[in-house]
């Protein structure tokens, strides 16, 4: 069965960055791409971008291009997402999510908690 | 960027109604819209997809319709279990930019 199992939460210091990794199983990494998308405690959904490890190529919203570093580990069918120059506005659950194809997101990862705080 | 607007916010009904939860899109979407049903301290699930086909394994309580800029889910014969925040989502134009949600309570 398809699984999304992602690293554990996170406390970091505003201006550091930090690293969740994405661990799939189930399917075949490289034949789907991987999108990522975050939620801040209480709101709404937001997309940030997708990894096509396939075309070897990422794309990221533009609001997190300067900052957001998408890469994978084929060999491990894991997905990272590197965060840089946080702020308290990145205090957010960040989930991975399996495209199905049609950039529809039919898997997902629990979510990672990353609280940004002096 | 494509903005998704859901109504209403929140909406309160009781087991065995029926309830309407509507989408529309800033832009035409032709039909790629999704709907996902996420509750308290878990990941959201896919629902529906390309606006009207349902994932597999959710209940047939669940239908969704709509074309371009305006598109429905309605939950018949609801459930405790429904209790939770929807989202519709756009699958049309990166970024795939999500509604605000819409909480469901049930009496």
């Known amino acids: 069965q398809v699984q999304l199992v992602q690293s554990g939460p996170e406390v970091k210091k505003p201006g550091a960055s930090v690293k969740i990794s994405c661990k799939t199983s189930g399917y075949t990494f490289s034949g789907y791409y991987l999108h990522w998308v975050r939620q801040v405690p209480g709101q709404g959904l937001e997309y940030m971008g997708w990894a096509n490890p396939h075309r070897d190529a990422t794309k990221s919203a533009q609001q997190f291009q300067d900052r957001v570093t998408m890469t994978w580990d084929t060999s491990m069918s894991t997905a990272y997402m590197e965060v840089s120059r946080l702020t308290s506005d990145d205090t957010a659950v960040y989930f991975c999510?399996?495209?199905?194809?049609?950039?529809?997101?039919?898997?997902w990862g629990q979510g990672t908690m990353v609280t940004v705080s002096s | 960027d494509i903005q998704m607007t859901q109504s209403p916010s929140s909406v309160s009904a009781s087991v065995g109604a029926t309830v309407t939860i509507t989408c529309r899109a800033s832009q035409g979407i032709d039909r790629w819209l999704g709907w996902y049903q996420q509750k308290p301290g878990k990941a959201p699930k896919l629902l529906i997809y390309a606006a009207s086909t349902l994932q597999v394994g959710v209940p047939s309580r669940f239908s969704g319709s709509g074309s371009e800029t305006k598109f429905t889910l309605n939950i018949s014969g609801l459930q405790p279990e429904d209790s939770a925040t929807y989202y519709c989502?756009?699958?049309?134009?990166?970024?795939?930019?999500f509604g605000q949600g819409t909480k469901l309570e049930i009496k």
């Open positions: 999510a399996k495209d199905s194809s049609w950039f529809f997101f039919d898997f």
């Open positions: 989502q756009q699958a049309n134009t990166f970024p795939y930019t």
